[in-house]
C-alpha cells in the first residue's frame, strides 16, 4: 500500500506561479500510474493530468494544457505539478493519485478518478483574482 503527501498549495494572485509536489511513500513508484486532481468547493472532484510510469507520456484537462505541466522523479519517489498563469478558476484542493498500474490492462493512465487505487489528502491552491 502506498502513502501520498501532497505540499506545496498556498495563496496567490491571478497570473502567478505554483509548484505542487506529491511524496510517495511506495519504493516500487514505477509501477503506478499518477494523476493530479482538483476539488472545487460545491463541485465534484474532477480530472486535471496524469502520467504514465515512466514519465514520458501526460495528459491534460483542456482547462489547464498549456498551462500545468505534470513530471515525476522516479529515483526520489516524487511526482510534480507546476502551475503558471494561474486563474480564480483553478482555486481548489489538489489532490494527487495513484493506480497500481498491473491491475489494469491499460497502457496509459486514466481520467478517471474511480481507477486509481490511493490519494492523498489534498492541498489547498487559491487564486485570488
Known amino acids: 500500500q502506498v502513502q501520498l503527501v501532497e505540499s506545496g498549495g498556498g495563496l496567490v494572485q491571478a497570473g502567478d506561479s505554483l509548484r505542487l509536489s506529491c511524496t510517495a511513500s511506495?519504493?516500487?513508484?514505477?509501477?503506478?500510474?499518477m494523476a493530479w486532481f482538483r476539488q472545487a468547493p460545491g463541485k465534484e472532484r474532477e480530472f486535471v493530468a496524469n502520467?504514465?510510469?515512466?514519465?514520458?507520456?501526460?495528459d491534460y484537462a483542456d482547462s489547464v494544457k498549456g498551462r500545468f505541466t505534470i513530471s515525476r522523479d522516479n529515483t526520489k519517489n516524487t511526482m510534480s505539478l507546476q502551475m503558471n498563469s494561474l486563474k480564480p478558476e483553478d482555486t481548489a484542493v489538489y489532490y494527487c493519485?495513484?493506480?497500481?498500474?498491473?491491475?489494469?490492462?491499460?497502457?496509459?493512465?486514466?481520467?478517471?478518478?474511480?481507477?486509481?487505487?490511493?490519494w492523498g489528502q489534498g492541498t489547498q491552491v487559491t487564486v485570488s483574482s
Open positions: 502520467i504514465n510510469y515512466g514519465g514520458g507520456v501526460s
Open positions: 493519485a495513484a493506480e497500481w498500474m498491473f491491475g489494469t490492462t491499460r497502457r496509459q493512465p486514466s481520467r478517471r478518478r474511480d481507477e486509481y487505487d490511493y
Open positions: 511506495e519504493g516500487s513508484f514505477t509501477n503506478y500510474y
